[in-house]
């Protein structure tokens, strides 16, 4: 059995050839231009030398070459490793390496941010340089020349559905980002629950403004609407009034995001002057949507947002509240068709009554293969078949979960997941720094901030605008700190563990 995941753009350029696959600004591709463009720039990779079953990353925004290049990675057998476009030097260089990716394909804007992050891995031999002028990336090929030059690829390679499609990297408590390996079956079966859970069909023209470098956007907006036959409408970077803008003038049905957007276009003080009456269903996740704001945002616009849950390791949908039956605001929902939820006690007890906490063990066909290289971690995520989330909730009489705590120490700020060990990292290595621990505080647009707790070392100086620079320069924009505050020394327990539920009062 052979099954690929560009099939889905297969099967809707032979449906649909003529028709509008996606909307950037003023550029249109109809889906037969867009699988030509992806079978050509597949040619041309694999002509660079690229061998199948290599990995290539993408460092793109959302522009119509994300989509080109990521199934182009497909149709020539290739894994794609999405990266975040907000990643530095360093973040790039460990990402590059660690992923044994032989290719990065780079927007031209994000050159000077990466700097010499690809140059320092002797594995990464290839730069394709996407828009702008192509000379402004040293030693880069050009996108557009390979992917409207090249010999297309005509048929789909015979992958198998456990091969590896996608390498997304999610960080954890213990160590530096891992690399989730998603197969084409996980991504393909993720895309068709999505579509049908959501109500996206052919007429469904959907926006894009999560990036599709995150699960979330690429599988339940780009890959669903594909799946579907419909439009999508690519908006490189969230900003109210160009969210509204694109809703309106492209009639958008389906929008999908976090609930610090929901937030945005909720407290926008021109929302009343754009009509989006377009809109069908809306999809939150990434963090919990307040349930204040759920219902004031269905009220104003006669939208119906569906809340659900899912990681970068379940591809990512596994819950949502399902769009068929009353909702339950602040509940993530049931699992989707096909999927497992358990709720597991710190003894390892399964439990069975209602409205008691566990922990969320999944399985189901959503579930990663593993982390890529890493076997103890994929050993202790997976044990017994289930992956552990490490998030914790309760579920009541009807099946529906709600998520109360995290086991992790993992902090949502604006919808990205902010893991405080990396920030540590970085800030040890600042010369006045004794200790260190990064917490996240409540914050009414972000759900979280970042903050950090420093102590100094004896003679030590620095101010807190110093620290959060210092962090600002090594670390992506929502990762690093925007406040520091400053104690003679971090608490700690009788091991020496550093209490940080005791710094949240601090």
Known sequence: MSLNLATILREAARRYPDKTALVAGDRAMSYGELEAAARRFAGSLRSLGIARGE????????????????????????????????????????????????????????????????SRVATCRTTIGVGGNPSSLAGAHSFETLAYAGTPIEELPDTEPSDTAVLL??????????????????????????????????????????????????????????????TLVMLPRFDATSAFEMIQRHRVTFFAGVPTMYF??????????????????????????PVEVMRRFDELYGANILEGYGLSET??????????????????????????????????????????????????????????????????ALRDGWFRTGDVATRDDDGYYVIVDRKKDMILRGGYNVYPREIEEVLYRHP????????????????????????????????????????????AAYKYPREVRFVEALPKGPTGKILKRELRGT
């Open 264 to 289: 945005g276009l909720l407290h926008h003080p021109d929302a009343s002057a754009y009509d989006l009456s377009s809109l069908r269903i809306c999809a939150s996740g990434g963090a919990p949507m």
């Open 315 to 380: 591809s990512p949908l596994a819950s949502l509240n399902p769009r068929e039956r009353e909702k339950k605001p602040g509940s993530i929902g049931r699992p989707i068709w096909g999927v497992e939820f358990r709720l597991v006690a710190d003894d390892g007890r399964v439990i069975a009554e209602s409205n008691v906490a566990g922990e969320i063990h999944i399985k189901g066909h959503n579930v990663m293969k593993g982390y890529y290289k890493r076997p103890e971690a994929t050993a202790e």
């Open 55 to 118: 990995h290539v990353a993408l460092m793109l925004p959302n522009v119509p070459e994300f989509t080109i290049a990521y199934y182009a990675c497909h149709i020539a057998g290739l894994v794609a490793v999405p990266l975040n476009v907000m990643l530095k030097a360093d973040e790039v260089a460990y990402h590059l390496e660690d992923s044994d990716s032989v290719a990065l394909i780079l927007w031209h804007a994000f050159g000077e941010q990466v700097a010499d992050g690809p």
């Open 169 to 230: 990297y999610t960080s954890g408590t213990t160590g530096r980002p891992k690399g989730a390996e998603l197969t084409h079956f996980n991504l393909f079966y993720n895309a068709d629950m999505a579509a049908r859970a959501h109500g996206v069909d052919a007429s469904s023209v959907s926006l894009a403004v999560l990036p599709l470098f995150h699960s979330f956007g690429q599988t339940v907006i780009q890959n669903a609407t594909f799946m579907q036959g419909g």
């Open 432 to 475: 006045a720094i004794g200790e260190a621990a990064v917490i996240g505080v409540p914050n009414p647009e972000l759900g979280e901030e970042v903050v950090a707790v420093v102590a100094l070392k004896v003679g030590g100086v620095a101010t807190a605008e110093e620290l959060v620079a210092f962090c600002s320069e090594r670390l």
